[in-house]
Nanobody
Framework: QVRLIQSGGGEVQAGASLRLSCTDT????????MGWFRQTPGKAREFVAH????????VYDDSVKGRFTISRDRASSTTFLQMNSLKVEDTAVYYC?????????????????WGQGTQVTVSS
């Protein structure tokens, strides 16, 4: 059973930075892709970034490209999302997930497990 525990997040002003972490406590995800999605009330969960099993391939949504960086530390089974130059429109609950295969994905149903979600609030 995979269990993803998220940490980080919080409330910051526009232009600030935050780092989210997602740890696979059972260390079963080392050969799987990982991704970050976000969700606001009344809207579907949307893709933010994904990374393949060894960290060699990363993909970003255009809305965060150049500001966010996804990375992973396989030794600790932790995936990170470094968020810089935050904007008000980045406000959302952020979720990490594990894909069903070795690559990441921007498709929601390619993910088989999710973290508990963490709130990020950016104020102007």
């Amino acid at each position: 059973q995979v269990r993803l525990i998220q940490s980080g997040g919080g409330e910051v002003q526009a232009g600030a930075s935050l780092r989210l972490s997602c740890t696979d406590t059972n260390r079963t995800s080392s050969n799987n892709g990982m991704g970050w999605f976000r969700q606001t009330p009344g809207k579907a969960r949307e893709f933010v970034a994904h990374i393949n099993w060894n960290g060699g391939i990363t993909v970003y949504d255009d809305s965060v490209k150049g500001r966010f960086t996804i990375s992973r530390d396989r030794a600790s089974s932790t995936t990170f999302l470094q968020m810089n130059s935050l904007k008000v429109e980045d406000t959302a609950v952020y979720y990490c997930g594990i894909t069903r295969f070795s690559n990441g994905s921007d498709v929601l149903w390619d993910y088989r497990y999710w973290g508990q979600g963490t709130q990020v609030t950016v104020s102007s």
